[in-house]
């Protein structure tokens, strides 16, 4: 099997083409610079590619493919990007109270200050909000956001604006004072994004907030903020750590609502031993996350991001809104949900979901409910609901968990958030995105991003071009940086 894309090559960054091949059941990206010459980087495997393939077919009817020639370097300007924005970032500051030693984007290193006046970043949230459809969430990033001493007021002018609000930060602020996290809270943060790369001295060796986790707890939980753990996965450092941080977070659902992540991806130039090295995939992390959990998690009960796509089109069928489309491409990131029986057991919902049947009689039947008028649309849902009740294994269904009740309220009563509320203080989301880099970019991965910058020049970059070694954020933050000196750090 040969797959056809675009990439660019690492050294000149002019996009040649490239070619997605299989050897030995793992696929590889092949390249040739006219100039630079042959770069082949590992990809996934081919279990998980065949199965990402199928739910690319499913993306491409939602949203077809097509040629966007000046891709990816024409992105402050471009109008045929493929998604909407589903996540906008803003970053708010370089500065930083760590000095982790591979950032250099840190102001007291730099030398340098990006930090954007309040009025900008309240255009860059307008922004946001005006897009079509609005954007939904902002995650807030630096640096460390918390450093701004107006954070809480920019967190509050997007929360008023009727944005989600997450923000990425290294927890120390939070660990610190309690008063200052019931400011965020009362703010409007629903969610802290914490980089969180281990639960050990040798896995957690820069930011080492495996130390301070319990006061992050704790103060999260007074103040009724969730935790994301972040953790970006090294070959060779911290692979090891995949099921304890899992374990570790489903200690403390009540706070901890999932775990992210994020194969690593490399900055700057690296010779093909170093990449190989570190190098680690999401079939890696899936395979590996199998053998640590002893087959409690296996690495067929994840499913690429673009399987709900079925339901974002019934939503809009049930409501009558339009919803937004979580429309990323399959190799990018992938989910699964882990429910905790009375016992303390995880079982992932896949176990007693047949999700793929599940998902493909909504996409059967979500077209017919979009159109039919009042009274014909709550038969059909009744039937619909019925028929997706086949897909379910009551035999393997924890018994805490009252599935049948959830999906009712799901399908029937859209609005109502109770039954969902209570199946998320049982449920951890697990999710893998595997942000690209020059060695790995395939332009058409980067065509469906829904996780875009946003600039304080007003123009919206998806976040693998942004940090992508293409010189977008080079660019930004030098046309608005200034000389950081220690009065304004
Ligand atoms: S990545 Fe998206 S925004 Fe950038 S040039 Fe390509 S299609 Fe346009
Ligand atoms: S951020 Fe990168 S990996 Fe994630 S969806 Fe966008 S292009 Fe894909």
């Keep these: 099997m040969i797959i056809k894309t675009k990439s660019v090559c690492p050294e000149c960054k002019k996009v040649i083409d490239a070619e997605l091949f299989e050897k030995d059941g793992i696929i590889f990206m092949r390249k040739t610079c006219p100039t630079h010459g042959e770069f082949i ?22 949203i ?34 760590l000095r982790c030693s591979y950032c250099f984007a840190n102001a007291a290193v730099s030398g340098w200050l990006f930090e954007p006046k309040f009025e900008t970043i309240k255009k860059e949230i307008d922004f946001l909000v005006n897009q079509d459809p609005p954007a939904p969430a902002v995650l807030f990033s630096g640096g460390e956001p918390t450093m701004r001493e107006d954070f809480p007021e920019l967190v509050k002018y997007a929360n008023n604006k009727g944005l989600f609000v997450l923000v990425a930060t290294n927890g120390y602020n939070i660990a610190s004072s309690l008063e200052y996290t019931k400011r965020l809270g009362d703010s409007g943060v629903s969610i802290i994004y914490l980089s969180f790369d281990g639960l050990t001295n040798e896995t957690n060796t820069e930011k080492k907030n495996h130390l301070i986790i319990d006061k992050i707890i704790d103060h999260c939980r007074q103040t ?7 953790p970006t996965i090294i070959r060779g450092l911290n ?20 775990v992210n992540f994020q194969p690593i991806s490399f900055c700057g130039r690296m010779n093909k031993e170093q990449r190989e090295k570190q190098r680690f995939t999401i079939s890696d992390l899936k395979s590996t996350l199998e053998k640590q959990s002893q087959g409690v998690i296996k690495g067929k009960e994840w499913y ?35 429910f905790k029986d009375d016992e303390g057991n995880l079982i992932p919902v896949p ?38 009740l086949s897909t379910i294994n009551f035999d393997k269904i924890p018994r805490n968990l009252k599935f049948k009740d959830l999906l009712k309220n799901v399908i029937l009563n859209p609005g109502d958030m109770n039954a969902l509320t209570e199946f998320h203080s049982r449920a951890l989301f697990i999710g893998a995105m595997h942000f690209q880099d020059l060695y790995n970019l395939d332009i058409e991965r980067l065509k469906y991003c829904p996780i875009h910058y946003v600039t304080p020049d007003l123009t919206r970059i998806p976040f693998c071009a942004y ?9 930004v933050e030098k046309r608005h940086r200034r000389q950081f000196t220690h009065k304004n750090g």
Excluded at 41 to 62: G, V
Excluded at 224 to 230: K, M, R, S, Y
Excluded at 308 to 333: M, R, W
């Design 467 to 475: 940090n992508g070694d293409l010189g977008y954020r080079e660019r």
């Design 239 to 258: 692979d090891n750590q995949i099921w304890p941080i899992i374990k570790f977070a489903s200690q403390h659902m009540d706070v901890i609502r999932g």
């Design 41 to 62: 980087e590992r990809i996934t495997d081919i279990k998980t590619f065949e199965r990402d393939h199928n739910y690319l077919k499913l993306l491409y009817k939602y």
């Design 351 to 388: 176990e007693f979901v047949d999700v793929d049947k599940f998902m493909s009689i909504i996409e059967k039947h979500a077209d017919e409910i979009k159109n039919a008028n009042k009274l014909s649309k709550s038969v059909k849902l009744l039937s619909l609901l019925n028929e997706l």
């Design 304 to 338: 690429p991001v673009p399987t709900v796509l079925p339901f974002t089109k019934l939503f809009e069928g049930i409501t009558g809104n339009k919803a937004i489309t979580f429309s990323s491409h399959p190799l990018c990131g992938e989910a699964t949900y882990l």
């Design 224 to 230: 009724n903020i969730g935790i994301v753990l972040v």
């Design 64 to 97: 077809p493919s097509s040629d966007i020639p000046e891709c990816p370097h024409s992105c402050e300007t471009c109008t045929t990007h493929k998604s909407p924005i589903v996540l906008g970032i803003i970053d708010v500051t370089n500065r930083c109270n």
